[in-house]
């Protein structure tokens, strides 16, 4: 079966333009530069998650929400919102929390981790798996902000019926940034690899 490469065939990366690719050709929709592959898609992603990774300590040690009562200031990390929801008897949000919040990224991290390990190795194994577990991740990251909204209802505790005034920590700016940039490396993961990968063995064997 032919490849849309091999018949000379480009998608634009910017706005899915399917055209007919020339060396410094423009889409003639979006006017974005054309290039049949993502440039350093793997020194990107690798790149990407290295920072993700680093933005984990300080996202789940700095606090991530600042609750003012009474004058009092109380800094919950995740963890401490995680249990104080749990003493004011909503577990259910606690349990989204914890897993929106600490689960859901670091899977995507060890996730796209491992794809781009097996992408640079002579011989990667499982590559519809790998394409699979791609989908799963990149579907994951498109409802990423979820948790951010979750914790927000933390507002919910309340203290003689008074709502308590919260704002938003150190913490929680750290955490958006280990959202964008775990969604920004599925993005920057180029797909198509895996299939270049899965098409040597066959050309090798025709030989």
Known sequence: MQSARDAGLCRCHTCGLLVRYESGACCPRCHATLHPRIANSLAWTWGLLAMATFMLLPANLLPITLLYNKGNLQADTIFSGIQSLIR??????????????????????????????????????????????YRIIDLIGRWSMLDLFVISLMVALVDNGTLLNVSAGPGATAFAGVVVLTMLSARKLDTRLLWDKAAKPVASSKE
């Open 88 to 133: 004011s008897h909503m577990s259910g949000i606690a349990c989204i929390v914890f897993v929106a919040s600490i689960v859901v990224p670091i899977l995507k991290i060890l996730g796209l981790g491992w794809i781009c390990w097996q992408l640079q190795r002579p011989r990667p194994l499982r590559r519809k798996q790998q394409l699979v577990m």
